[in-house]
């Protein structure tokens, strides 16, 4: 039986077009301020993505996620700091942190469940902010500037090219959108949306649950940080807010503002809150007084978030 298209669909691949044709509309209309507007929104959707996999299809809340956006942002500045700019050697070093990072604290926090898995991955955080801060070496709160985006070798990408650095964020987004998908339909999702709805029934019938939201919690850190890897390149900048706490809250907004456990939900919670924070900020720098209720609205009325306004259907359905 087919699937019925909803608006959340055409929504979705309006969403996708449009990112894969900003460059051209932004030189058509003379504002390629534009580009690096929707860059950082691929990039922060990435991030979001990452989130959603833990938090929306496997209940995990976590409130530092934002930690490995900065391990792999750092990983890059870092490197390029000691004249290491090749992206063979960067882009394995920030996935491998992530990796590890991710595994450790995973180890940690799923040993415990609700507030105190918030808590913890929240407390986890804050400690690898707080190093990056105590690294004066490395700009402390002044951040690390960075002169070369990461060299893949001449022929084959050269990030040095605006258009060549968007679309290779563009690739990316979709290859994660294409992962999230893969996952979510197979054994893996079926067994993390099932811990999520009961994972003692699920442990009863023999299936190891630790070790799929381990290696979801692991997953989600590594694609994040791949976010971060991305982030220091366009910006061609580093600085301990990248991981700071409110950071994670922001990724979260956004993953509940587009939809939970929806595919294309985080990439509509990163486009519509950063362009909306856009607009408003331009209005009052105090723009969060106008932001909170359009949320509260949001989480009020429409279940699942915009998408499932839109009437795209969640694991929860």
């Known amino acids: 039986m087919k699937s019925q298209l909803t608006p959340a669909h055409a929504v979705s691949a309006l969403l996708i077009a449009l990112c894969a044709a900003v460059p051209y509309l932004a030189s058509a209309l003379d504002e390629p301020f534009y580009v690096i507007v929707f860059a950082r929104i691929m990039i922060w959707a990435i991030a979001a993505i990452s989130l959603n996999l833990i938090m929306g299809f496997g209940g995990m809340i976590s409130f530092g996620h934002a930690v490995y956006l900065g391990i792999g942002g750092y990983a890059v500045g870092i490197l390029a700091f000691h004249d290491i700019t090749s992206a063979w050697i960067q882009l394995p070093a920030a996935i491998g942190l992530c990796a590890l990072v991710a595994l450790v604290f995973g180890v940690i926090c799923l040993r ?155 990439l509509v919670g990163a486009v519509v809150f950063l362009l909306l924070s856009e607009m408003l900020s331009t209005i009052t720098i105090h723009w969060h007084l106008l932001f909170g209720p359009f949320l509260i609205l949001v989480v009020l009325f429409a279940r699942g978030g915009v998408m499932g306004l839109l009437g795209s259907r969640t694991t929860r359905d």
């Open 112 to 266: 415990t469940r609700g507030i105190y898995f918030i808590m913890i991955t929240l407390a986890l955080a804050q400690m690898v902010f707080f190093l990056s801060v105590s690294a004066e070496r490395y700009g402390s709160d002044d951040g690390l500037n960075i002169l070369w985006r990461s060299d893949f070798g001449s022929g084959i990408v050269d990030l040095e090219d605006g258009a060549v650095m968007y679309y290779t964020i563009f690739a990316v987004l979709m290859g994660c959108l294409f992962l999230q998908w893969r996952m979510v339909v197979s054994r893996f999702g079926m067994v993390l949306r099932a811990s999520q709805s009961n994972e003692t029934r699920v442990q009863a019938v023999g299936i190891p649950t630790y070790r799929y939201r381990l290696a979801a919690f692991v997953i989600a850190g590594v694609m994040c940080g791949l976010a971060g890897f991305l982030q220091a390149n366009l910006e061609r900048f580093v600085s301990p807010d990248m991981m700071n706490w409110h950071r994670s809250g922001e990724l979260i907004l956004m993953t509940v503002l587009g939809g939970t456990a929806t595919l294309f939900g985080p």
